[in-house]
């Protein structure tokens, strides 16, 4: 049954998780093995922002935003909320009084898979928010729900301290444990990429950069 | 059977309606007792726009425009045009002609269940629209709708002469009767929220400032 | 089977191409009869781009962008990729590093019916794409695809060498063999829609300019 | 806002009801010029039943099923429930306990714009429901909402009373005052039907019925 | 522009369509190399028909059917209807009528990328339809479309004669050039599978019966 | 990175995984606690199947069904497969083969986040499939992908050897180490619905039996 807040979670190395912001979701992505994506249905509601964070996680039931006031009490600096509905739901959770008070607490944005709304107040605040709608509808306080527990958001398994890195390309949970291993992996990948991408600008085609002539041939492809 | 065209509708305060635009949607749909929304997937065009007016409803065939044309002359300075086709469609019934000619008679903006085209001239004359999609299918010219009658537009019921209040949280009905009550809940609502906002960014909690703890704690919330 | 790559393909004249993309997608796809749009579904990653080129067409397998590489050797400067996969797919095949020898290629955009990523970049970069999806999920380079063979893109069948048109409206194919005539068409409808918008920007009616009125009598429409 | 319980609303004849039944979804709908439809999203959970009722209507907060019980005792022999949420909601309002009672009063079906569950029950219970998704989640009681109000129901406008239609091909509703008109046209359409229904039968032509061939090439058919 | 009647079209031979039908969907799909699928949403309207036929094309405007009447004079003994909308639409095009005379017609079914109804009568008449939607909302008859011109349907380029093949797991269209060869791919396929089925009956694995043990374990499979 | 099978899981107690099944979907996720349902798109391609099953698990790669058959031989009998794709995907990883292997192997089902073929024969051989698509497209055997590991299917999270519960109501897991707990709540709740059912049909409201009235005088609902 609902009701826990679990107040204690252990939190990825800040320099870690800042370094994951600066290679972005696609590059996290493809570092840790193309795992960890939430759905495409997870947009950002202004373009531009490129963050990360330790998950302050929130299963809330539909169309009831109370655990929202909860959650933000067990935020740290540098951490990001983390919402899913406890069934699908589009309802506008958060919008520009919930963004001040998140970031009064150091919150540097939100992933939620359900709606919000205030949009234009959040831009212009500067507060970046990944969610499945926007939409006015407002929601009410009755029922429990749960904070700092594992919560299954927008199709990706998350749990709480995992590192949220979050920009246009869309969402992606790394494991905590596995944070530091994946900014590392990262960091090769920006580097071959910068080679590669100075090759390709001088026109190199990657048919010759990663040989796939022979191979092409040998699986059967023809040139008319 | 469809043709009808009602020329005489009665209009709210042109002062209401613009007190109404300035406390945008999620506002007024908060004021009016969370009522009167359209559905989400209703779109701003381009961001940044915050209008009301007075609705001129079109009730129209799927794939034709004819009756735009009929509408636009029923428009008075201060309107809004909300159409509704008869069947779902995402052809795009509305473009830069006809918009240049709705701002020649006043016309503040568009709210099409359906689809618009020619989005960059649009935006760029600063003509906002709301709709389901955006689509270059044109339109034929074929069939008789309605102009000014009761309609239902992306799930909301709408008669001719409503407070139509749209911005980037999406479109919202106010009737007609209701609009200066609502324009006066909806500045109690803002007066409120300036508190609060304060309140918030110096770091104050809603579990304290709601009052949320002692609530929660008897609906049973564990911390651990 | 797949597995076939065409490298000579016939192109429009360029100066007719250019003139395409001026004219747009919604002048366009009236000026040939209101055929050859693209699924609404495609939207551009960025606003404001209006592009027109040669179609290099990718057929390729769900989450496999091997043939990607194979159809930039097949560009000549002014092309467009156009790629439809072989089932439904949203995964990114197409990013920076892609864009960069494309670009070094000519290419003047990406149209696809499945997901791209690293979208800021694009954008950065001033290269345009039409997608159905944002997604940071990666491909793999396994299985063999075709490159310049008619494909159905997003609902429209397209040829290697048609135009393609893209805008904030969309995306439309014209045959290559109509290009001259479709262009001749477009510059006709805007030198009239020229003189419409004038007529309009003075406060005429559609009702008046097009003589609705006494075909909308005859077919029964009623005033009240 | 919500807390209102309509407890006296006048119903259609049954005679009436009954013959609308009978006259199915499409031939209604044709009869009343084409309007009424609830949205295609609308499905029978099992195919085959086809009724018609008088509207006992519910407006429900999304996830909360209190208003269900509410309604049920307003039900008078020969009425349908028919429940919006007040926000997009596919949650499971309604299962075979709800079923058993609704049956106890007398009631034809259940049109949801969200989801039921115990649908194999509900089926051999022979309840037919119309919704909009068929899903286990179960829903509170916490929060009021509205009963025998005007209701939007998947984009068409009902009033309480109001006679709804359902059968495989979706649910239509008529208005009360309109119903006995309404059939009398349903019925001529009928006759009218049946003599065509032979013609085809016979190998006729809708080309010769009709009287297409003249009207087709006036408007400019070629034959090839 | 649209108005061609093309009435003189080339069909496969009607004992290679009969063994297609036999073979059904998915083994016609893997014989002829994976394409030729329509995409999923296309839906049979009752379960259990497996059929095939020639295809009588219909491009023909949204909410307007007048072209079904023209095509169904075009119709050959084991021909079927194929209809693609000009834009995306699900009013219902086709009812128990116009499937009388199709069937006078000796029409073999119906595949539409939009609406139909009537859908108790086409099952109780034994007609079988493959539909994106079912849809009680009438269509109108005023504008021109074509009958048995190239036809893109739910994706799937469709040419006049090619032979449709339909069951319970979609549509799939067949070249009329290739139907013979893919006929004898068909069949070897089955009695290959035929072969298959008894072994996996008996309890071999796929992993034996195919080789594939050697195979994973050469790509890194790990076994804990 | 992918590429590993997990030999040895454990599963719950067969009498526990039967008793469940009896009890159905919605029984079982209101035992415990509204929690677990997968989404709503997960539907059985033939109705009235109400099984149970232990999970095991399948990641597999978009449009490569490898891994299936790396799956059949880890089935134990009363074992379920339950396939996530690494991204969306509605190709048919599953057919009727498959099917005579898996049966052969003991398996009482498939739960496929994704779709399956041959459906006719599926239902012919009485092996129930809960899916997102019934599609023929075909797919590959390329990459590798993972058995027995933690997946998310439909947003919901599943482990291998955790039981899965499926009808016609949709799909739910019970962790296995919660399965009697679960089953006990479930039989309880069954009883409890037996004198409900009968107090139900004998005419008794909800309102009475649950004693409502008071609490929503209290709330404020108002009767006219």
């Excluded at 049954?1 to 590059?27: E, H, P, S, Y």
């Excluded at 291993?181 to 001088?202: G, H």
């Amino acid at each position: 049954m609902a009701g826990r807040v679990v107040r204690n979670i252990a939190r990825a190395d800040k320099a870690v998780i800042d370094g994951l912001a600066r290679a972005g979701v696609a590059t996290v992505h493809e570092a840790q093995g193309r795992i960890g994506l939430l759905a495409s249905h997870m947009r950002p509601i202004w373009p531009g922002a490129r963050i990360a964070g330790s998950a302050v996680t929130i299963s809330a039931p539909p169309g009831d935003n109370w655990m929202v006031h909860v959650a933000i009490e067990q935020l740290h600096p540098g951490d990001l909320l983390v919402l899913a509905p406890t069934s699908p739901c589009v309802d506008g959770y958060f919008g520009d009084l919930l963004a001040t008070s998140a970031m009064a607490r150091g919150c540097r944005g939100l992933i939620i898979d359900a709606g919000v709304r205030d949009v234009r107040d959040l831009k212009e605040m500067g507060f970046p928010v990944w969610s499945r709608a926007i939409f006015a509808q407002g929601t009410i306080k009755a029922t429990l729900g749960d904070v700092n527990v594992p919560i299954v958001c927008a199709n990706a398994a998350i749990d709480p301290g995992d590192v949220i890195v979050a920009d246009d390309d869309g969402v992606c949970v790394v494991r905590r444990a596995d944070a530091a291993s994946v900014l590392e992996k990262a960091r090769a990948r920006e580097a071959n990429e910068a080679d590669k991408r100075a090759r390709f600008e001088a026109g190199e085609l990657g048919m010759d950069i990663y040989g796939f002539r022979e191979k092409l041939a040998a699986m059967g492809l023809k040139y008319e």
